[in-house]
């Protein structure tokens, strides 16, 4: 089982001790062990995310803890082992924002890629399910500071500089959170 952590790459061999050099794989330096012959790859962390759409809204929680606090985002997290990403996006969801919503119900929107001012980046799989398909009133949990509808104005009027740093709307994307407004919200 490979464990994966927000470190910086190997200099020493975690399997033979010896010094790591680097060897070019597809144009990039990688980690490479000369004794045991193994090449360490960088591992991308995996993230399923849900909103829900009601009308020309879509559901939003604004994050209250982790690398992007204050950050308004689609609910979401990581995948948790045997879960199939609409279980771990419906779970997701359910966790920070209390409304349920069965997998099956879920329909993909989109993927994407965080990438954080430390270096670490999440790949992200987003799914939207409508309002009538969802149990349960919005409450923010988990990690959420807050959750709210957005309406598509005021999607469209939020500024998103796109830099890690300065974004105030993140994890899905505008397009995204539109495609899926015109989808779900009929």
Do not use: K
């Amino acid at each position: 089982m490979t464990y994966v952590m927000a470190t910086e790459p190997p200099t020493y061999c975690p399997y033979c001790g010896e010094t790591v050099d680097e060897r070019d794989v597809e144009g990039v330096a990688t980690p490479h062990c000369p004794d045991c012959e193994v090449t360490f790859f960088e591992e991308q962390l995996v993230s399923a995310r849900a909103t829900v759409v009601d009308g020309d809204s879509a559901l939003l929680i604004e994050r209250g803890r982790g690398a992007d606090v204050g950050v308004w985002a689609t609910p979401g997290g990581f995948v948790d082992p045997g879960e199939t990403l609409p279980e771990a996006a419906a779970r997701e969801l359910r966790e920070e924002t209390s409304l349920r919503v069965d997998p099956a119900d879920l329909a993909l929107v989109g993927t994407g890629r965080i990438a954080f001012a430390d270096g670490n980046a999440q790949l992200f799989v987003t799914f939207a399910a409508p309002m009538a398909a969802a149990d349960g009133a919005v409450e923010p949990g988990d990690d959420a500071a807050d959750a709210r509808f957005w309406t598509r104005t005021e999607l469209e009027a939020h500024p998103d500089t796109g830099d890690p740093e300065t974004r105030t709307l993140g994890a899905t994307g505008l397009e995204q959170l539109l495609e899926a407004i015109e989808r779900d919200g009929r």
